[in-house]
């Protein structure tokens, strides 16, 4: 049974993104189809505009700001950001508006082909690649890695070291968002005097503290996939030591509701999986108690133990005592309705032993700086004597300046290192030297940059090559988030990198290497948003079973299935439409996947079509939720953003209010009340549609046939106007015209990858890889090495005002 | 930076805050600090700017009468304590927040002119613009002597936000309610740990403290020599990033010689170091409110912007039975449920307000508190959610100002006055002893602020 629509909607259909309402024609969908259009040259495409454009888009109205009137189209250079728009929008179906004349289907794509090919040829005699800013910082994230990789440093807490960033195009390594204020400056000073002591093991260092909160609404009832076979519930932290010593671990672990002694819970520390304490948990006073206040005494223990210098996993514990449920709750995550303090959702609803915090403190005692990775890989030699210290420190400080600022070094970069290594060899030891030297080379614009400058003597705005060293830090940041290794800055150094052969070479080698994980934590994570999945905090009276564990859970589903895609080099459609994907057993329970047992993530084969990709997915369906109710409006918006590329414009200011009080019925006829409003319907009529058949999953991603006690109506169309039913509908209908997807995904990559919006001058570049990727079943290697190939990635245009025109006009003055 | 020395014992532990449990051993030994000179003829003045986002309800905050004899509504009830030393400045208008011809993006704009008085100029790129608001320019003066000029907090973290900013807007126009300069937005921090360490050190001992700030400053001299020749390589066009990268520089080299001219107070009790970001929003907001405090009390820095939460903030409020999400609710379409959501939310960060001046008035200054001689701003960008109204928002000032203030007042001023917001806070700052000609669209003085008796603007 459905609620029949009203018949408004098949008038209201404006596939107009603009802000400007068009007023439409009252006739429904059966757009009157005009004879057959051949498009062969600018006479024919002026023809076709006139007749189907220029009665809106005319000198005269401008509709949606654009006149196409006086546009000479046998000149696409001149017209190239207008054109672009045009073929976006074509591409896109949105016009002309549903329901006015529209060519004929061979048509309407010949006039598409058409302009894009006069773009494309455009692109092709005269390149523009664009231009990102010459100084761009580095990010939190990929500052976190090139430590990884240049000191083998895992295992700190970056969010304390520096400062988060500003997301500009949907991504946060933006060169032109990412700024240098007093406040990055004075944390990075800071990063680079702990960053450097912790590396070289310096046991001068003073002992430090640190507390890992354990989310309160984390389930501890389970066994975890990180913690070892018979042990439930607990926490790994995986933590650095700067030093040989002792360490004092505290932890507070409570014996849960409802323990008693005869059926008593063991607690275990182990460090690198060895034990190191086993204790029986102590019957504390836990009570159903509002204040919390009276437990906290009886719950905190505390161990001193030796650890050795590194990066070291430490897993504290319970014993799993009986493999069956919990006897009081059937369900062991479910959280009192309406109640988020942490200790009451403890209490009140989690009965199991747990644990709450871990914190560390050390090193006391310290025996030595220990034999670490970081070490090993600073200290390549080892000075006999005093008088072979000099040489020594030359070859360590060099070897780490040309990884850390990805460039062959000089014997100025060298001396100025070397300078402050002999200022802490007088205060110190030879480990010192190093210190300071290191100190000094963190803290350069060197490494805190990635610096492009433009060769001498260029004209302004000169299109120029990049170089093979610039070319390999634009590819290690993009695949890597990180600093290139030693082999690629080899090949660059030796200008070997532009040989297509090569640069393919190492773009597959680089795209296997385990590093590529930063395509999915930050390109997939920003792209899809799952790093939101973090944030969310559904209604706990609605969703009491919701837990910080299937927050966890269903974005490692999302991050899985990308993953495959880009180690299994897959077509990058089966994002869209994989028949397999990837659960835990909190999450198949969540989904009604029968027989998966446990908390390690498997493959499953997806038996309920409805699964399918992305759009199947509880992390996607929920972060575009409200806390208390879906929001077609926001699932929408978000298809239209990063699966369409047609980002709806913000509600315009001078909106007439939503009068909520004057819409009666279901979320779905309410909206479609909402949009009788024209200024509202503009936008609206093309996201409620798009999102509104996502209806049959919950807010948190569930299917759901009915809503409120209504059948659920999922009902939905295409900004092209193509009609179709639920979540399958939309798939298919996404998958009959790949090219918007694909398309959209290379522009997102393209962004993350230059560290700057997009322009209309990259989309020839945009559709020559999306071109090339079709050839070879829409490959993700395919895709990248597309755009690794392209005119923006590899080209840049030199400053307008570039240094040889000061230099002139300041020699004229 | 690291600024501090003198390891004290545990004493006191900081309220509301449930994350001191299993705190490690050695955080609980934190420096000392520095002696200040208050005394009652030269009382210290300090500013505070708190922003909170998404509009308010105005039937449930503004009192129905203007002047002295007026009823505190449900949103300002927990300020009833507070009322004497409280203006409710009712009716001015963040006119920069309009359009004026930009494309849609309400939020970032009321975001960004709420201390700047400026158009926030659309764009994602490098070229973001608005201009330096009102605590950088306090921090100029106020901070002069201050080891941080100026702090930044927040507690909202960037990361968790992805594709939650206005189509064409750079993130940073909500994510921040602090310019340096018109081109320079400030980062918020958001972790209590950081500001503590910012504030008191990593417990290092005085002299290897002298020795951080020396190699730190050695270090600075050469990368000003690197970016100079850096500038001699790059375009007009790129010297913009290195400008601000240089005047960076410059001004921590000036924090560590004013760090180096510091001495100890070892009258001072420290708390032990926070730990990890709350788990609760209450909790990282009350720790987040402790540090101010401390910030004050330990006169490391006079002047403090805190954006309680951001424009769009899509957080939830289960803990005072509020089901949605603050955004989406703030757009109430009218619907007298919503509105009730969203008063509530208004009224619940303002209960966080009170408990930040009760510590404020319990810590002794010169001769009188904390809070006798501050002047907040509490307020925001937005007025009426629901139609993204840029006149009208919820504007508190609380404080004594140090005797510039009168407070137990409500101004009111006519909204077809449009009488600008920016005029409040050229009004403010001349309260604090920072006399500026205009901000951003001022127009002048608040005369009903500046002479407490004569209430006339009213």
């Given at each position: ?102 060519p004929d289907p061979n048509g309407y794509t010949g006039l598409i082909t058409w302009f894009e090919s006069g773009l494309d040829g455009v692109a092709a005699s005269t390149p523009n690649p664009g231009r ?387 395509l999915v934590s930050n390109f997939a994570g920003q792209w899809l948003r799952l790093r939101n999945v973090q944030g969310t905090d559904p209604n706990a009276a609605l969703f009491p079973d919701f837990d ?266 | ?458």
């Amino acid at each position: 049974m459905r609620i029949r629509r009203p018949a408004v909607r098949g008038l209201l259909i404006v596939a107009a993104l603009g802000p400007l309402l068009v007023a439409v024609s009252s006739r429904p969908q059966a757009a009157p189809q005009a004879s057959t259009l051949t498009v062969s040259s600018a006479t024919d495409a002026r023809g076709a505009v006139d007749k189907y454009c220029v009665s809106c888009h005319s000198d005269r109205l401008k509709t949606g700001g654009l006149s196409l009137q006086g546009i000479d189209l046998s000149k696409p250079a001149a017209h190239a950001d207008t054109l672009e728009k045009v073929v976006r929008k074509l591409r896109l179906g949105s016009m002309p508006p549903l329901g006015l004349p529209r060519p004929d289907p061979n048509g309407y794509t010949g006039l598409i082909t058409w302009f894009e090919s006069g773009l494309d040829g455009v692109a092709a005699s005269t390149p523009n690649p664009g231009r990102t800013e010459s100084l761009h910082r580095l990010n939190r994230a990929e500052y976190r890695n090139a430590i990884r990789d240049l000191l083998h440093l895992e295992g700190l807490n970056f969010a304390t070291l520096l400062p988060g960033d500003d997301a500009s195009y949907g991504f946060d390594n933006i060169a032109g968002a990412l700024g240098m204020t007093p406040t990055h400056l004075e944390r990075y000073m800071d990063a680079a005097r702990s960053l450097s002591r912790i590396a070289v093991g310096d046991i001068t260092l003073p002992p430090g503290g640190e507390t890992h909160m354990i989310p309160p609404d984390l389930s501890q009832d389970e066994q975890f996939a990180e913690l070892p076979f018979g042990t439930r519930g607990g926490v790994r932290v995986q933590r650095y030591f700067p030093a040989d010593g002792e360490y004092i671990i505290r932890f507070q672990a409570f014996t849960g509701v409802g323990a008693s002694e005869a059926e008593p819970n063991f607690i275990e520390l182990s460090v690198d999986g060895q034990r190191v304490f086993y204790e029986q948990m102590k019957q504390t006073p836990i009570k159903h108690t509002i204040t919390g206040a009276d437990i906290q005494a009886n719950t905190d223990w505390e161990v001193r133990t030796p650890i050795r210098a590194g990066y070291r996993d430490v897993a504290v514990t319970f014993v799993q005592t009986t493999a069956g449920q919990l006897e009081d709750y059937l369900q062991p995550f479910l959280r009192p309705p309406g109640i988020s303090s942490f200790r009451l959702t403890r209490m009140g609803g989690y009965s199991g032993p747990y644990v709450g915090q871990v914190s560390f403190t050390g090193p006391l005692s310290v025996a030595g700086s220990g034999d670490t990775p970081s070490r090993q890989r600073i200290f390549v030699c080892e000075p006999s004597s005093t008088a072979k210290e000099e040489p020594c420190a030359r070859t360590i400080l060099s070897t780490l300046a040309r990884r850390a600022y990805r460039r062959p070094v000089t014997t100025s970069d060298v001396e100025q290192l070397m300078t402050f290594y002999r200022k802490g060899r007088a205060e110190g030891d030879f480990t010192r030297g190093i210190q300071i030297g290191l100190e000094r080379l963190l803290a350069s614009p060197d490494f805190l940059f990635r610096i492009e400058v433009d060769p001498s003597n260029l004209r302004p705005g000169a299109v120029y090559r990049l170089s093979d060293i610039e070319l390999a830090s634009r590819l290690s940041f993009f695949l890597w988030s990180s600093i290139p290794d030693d082999e690629l800055l080899d090949v660059a150094s030796r200008g070997q990198l532009k040989d297509p052969a090569m640069l393919e070479r190492q773009t597959r080698r680089m795209l296997a290497d385990p590093r590529a994980d930063a395509l999915v934590s930050n390109f997939a994570g920003q792209w899809l948003r799952l790093r939101n999945v973090q944030g969310t905090d559904p209604n706990a009276a609605l969703f009491p079973d919701f837990d910080e564990n299937l927050r966890r859970s269903m974005r490692r589903e999302t991050e899985l299935l990308f993953d495959s895609i880009v180690r299994e080099n897959r077509s990058v459609l089966d994002l869209l439409n994989a028949d397999y994907t990837f659960v835990d057993e909190r999450l198949a329970r969540h989904y009604g996947i029968p027989n998966v047992y446990g908390s390690h993530f498997r493959r499953v084969p997806v038996t309920d079509a409805h699964r399918r990709g992305i759009l199947g997915q509880a992390s996607i369906l929920t972060t575009t939720s409200q806390s208390n109710r879906t929001s077609p409006v926001t699932r929408g918006k978000w298809i239209l953003e990063n699966l369409l590329g047609a980002p709806p414009p913000a509600p315009p200011a001078n909106i007439p209010p939503l009068d909520d009080t004057k819409l009666e019925g279901t979320l779905r006829q309410r909206m479609e009340q909402h949009r009788k409003n024209a200024t509202c319907a503009v936008c609206h009529s093309v996201m409620d549609p798009l999102g509104f058949s996502l209806e049959n999953f919950s807010p948190l991603g569930q299917w759901r046939t009915t809503d409120g006690g209504f059948p659920v109506d999922a009902a939905g169309a295409m900004p092209d106007g193509r009609k179709f039913e639920g979540v399958d509908g939309l798939r298919e209908a996404l998958l009959a015209k790949p090219d918007l997807f694909i398309t959209t995904l290379t522009e997102k990559l393209m962004i993350y990858a230059l560290g700057r919006g997009i322009e209309p001058s990259d989309m020839p570049a945009v559709r020559g890889i999306t071109r090339e990727a079709a050839r070879d079943g829409q490959r993700f290697s395919t895709l990248i090495l597309g755009l690794v190939r392209s005119v923006p990635f590899q080209m840049r245009s030199a400053a307008k005002d570039n240094i040889e025109r000061i230099a002139a006009k300041s020699a004229q003055q | 930076m690291v600024i501090k020395k003198l390891a004290l014992p545990r004493r006191t532990f900081l309220r509301g805050v449930g994350a001191t449990l299993a705190l490690p051993l050695l955080d609980a030994m934190v420096p000392a600090f520095t002696a200040v000179g208050r005394t009652a003829a030269a009382p210290i003045r300090r500013m505070g700017f708190i922003y909170v986002p998404n509009g308010f309800i105005r039937e449930y905050w503004t009192p129905d009468k203007a002047g002295t004899d007026f009823l505190l509504k449900p949103s300002l009830k927990a300020l009833e304590p507070f009322r004497e030393q409280m203006i409710v400045v009712s009716g001015l208008a963040n006119l920069q927040a309009e359009a004026m011809g930009s494309p849609p993006g309400p939020h970032s704009r009321s975001s960004a002119a709420w201390l700047t008085g400026t158009h926030a100029k659309f764009t994602e790129g490098a070229d973001v613009r608005a201009a330096m608001s009102a605590d950088q320019i306090a921090a100029k003066t106020l901070g002069a002597n201050s080891v941080l000029p100026s702090l930044e907090l927040a507690t909202e973290q960037n990361e968790q936000m992805v594709g939650n900013c206005e189509a064409g807007y750079s993130c940073i126009y909500q994510n921040t309610i602090s310019w340096k300069n018109e081109t320079t937005p400030l980062p918020m921090e958001v972790h209590p740990r950081v500001v503590f360490q910012r504030l008191f050190g990593d417990g290092a001992s005085a002299g290897e403290q002298r020795r951080y700030l020396q190699t730190t400053g050695s270090i600075l001299d050469a990368v000003t020599e690197r970016i100079g020749e850096l500038e001699r390589r790059l375009g007009a066009s790129d010297r913009g990033r290195l400008g601000q990268y240089l005047e960076s520089v410059r001004d921590i080299e000036s924090r560590i010689q004013r760090a180096e001219a510091k001495t100890d107070d070892p009258s001072l009790n420290l708390p032990p170091r926070p730990v990890d970001i709350p788990p609760t929003f209450e909790e990282h907001a009350k720790l987040m409110y402790d540090l101010q405090v401390l910030a004050y009390q330990a006169d490391i820095t006079r002047v403090i912007a805190f954006q309680l939460c951001r424009e769009l903030s899509p957080r939830t409020y289960p803990n005072i039975g509020v089901a949605g999400q603050h955004h989406a609710l703030s757009h109430h379409g009218n619907n007298p449920d919503k509105i009730k959501d969203v008063a509530k939310i208004n009224a619940y960060h303002v209960e966080l307000l009170a408990y930040y001046l009760g510590k404020l008035r319990a810590t002794p200054d010169g001769d009188g508190s904390l809070l006798d001689h501050m002047v907040i701003l509490y307020g925001g960008g937005l007025g009426n959610p629901n139609i993204h109204a840029v006149v009208d928002m919820p504007n508190l000032v609380i404080g004594g100002g140090a005797g510039s203030l009168k407070g137990g007042r409500h101004i009111d001023y006519p909204a077809g006055d449009r009488v600008r917001h920016a005029n409040l806070l050229v009004t403010l700052l001349d309260k604090a002893g920072v006399p500026v000609d205009h901000l951003g669209d001022s127009t002048g003085k608040l005369g009903s602020v500046v002479q407490p008796e004569g209430l006339s603007g009213l």
